[in-house]
């Protein structure tokens, strides 16, 4: 797919623009703040073979997530992403006796991210992302041979931790709400979807949501003394 070829291209400069960044002038900060949010997203599965990249159906699943804005330009964020009946049909090398594999799973990750920030004017804000996950995968795989469909039905699990890249936009709708429309993914085991070991499976969410920044707490007379 090739706005995702752009993609991971521009997420090899993230080092840079962090960098940038973080020489802001220091009175640009703003105040240190604590946020939670919530999205709808739009999952699919996507292996990259080379020379292009080969895309599954997509699924709506959701995400939740909470972060801590500790500079005008950066926040740390974790957050989950569930999504289920995902389907990916693969030539299965690994079995000798079988043409090809569905497999049909379910997905839940927890990840955390670094995300740098660049501000376009008061009410906009571009981001890319950058973090781990840790992913669990199961599901049920059927495998057809050359004369038989469903020649055998199998449960399929796996579970490890793999990159994740994003980038979004943010749209400042109040002081307390913002809007976020978000394209992250991560990478996926190779052999839960039985596809070669040169080929680079993931999974792919675009989302749109909302992020509420909780209130401050207070300094009170007691707490200073």
Request: net charge negative; glycine share 10%; hydrophobic share 40%.
């Amino acid at each position: 797919m090739a706005l995702q070829l752009r993609f991971r291209a521009a997420c090899s400069g993230t080092g840079l623009l962090a960098t940038s960044l973080f020489l802001a002038p220091a009175y640009a900060q703003d105040p240190m703040n604590w946020y939670v949010g919530a999205a709808t997203t739009d999952t699919h599965v996507e292996v990259f073979r080379g020379l292009g990249w080969e895309t599954s159906g997509s699924e709506r699943g959701f995400s939740v997530r909470g972060g801590w804005l500790f500079h005008r330009n950066f926040e740390v964020e974790l957050g989950a992403l569930r999504a289920s009946d995902l389907q990916w049909s693969e030539y299965f090398s690994s079995y000798r006796d079988y043409l090809t594999a569905h497999t049909t799973f379910d997905v839940t990750a927890l990840h955390a991210s670094a995300i740098g920030k660049v501000h376009l004017g008061e009410t906009f804000e571009g981001y890319v992302k950058a973090g781990i996950a840790q992913y669990q995968v199961d599901g049920q795989q059927v495998l057809d041979t050359l004369m038989t469909d469903a020649a055998l039905t199998r449960n399929v699990d796996a579970s490890g931790s793999d990159y994740l890249l994003g980038a979004g936009l943010v749209i400042k709708a109040s002081p307390k709400w913002r809007v976020r429309i978000e394209y992250q993914y991560f990478g996926l085991d190779r052999d839960f979807l039985g596809v070669a070991g040169s080929d680079d499976p993931s999974v792919d969410a675009l989302s749109i949501g909302l992020d509420y920044s909780l209130p401050k707490r207070k300094a009170t007379v007691s707490s200073l003394q």
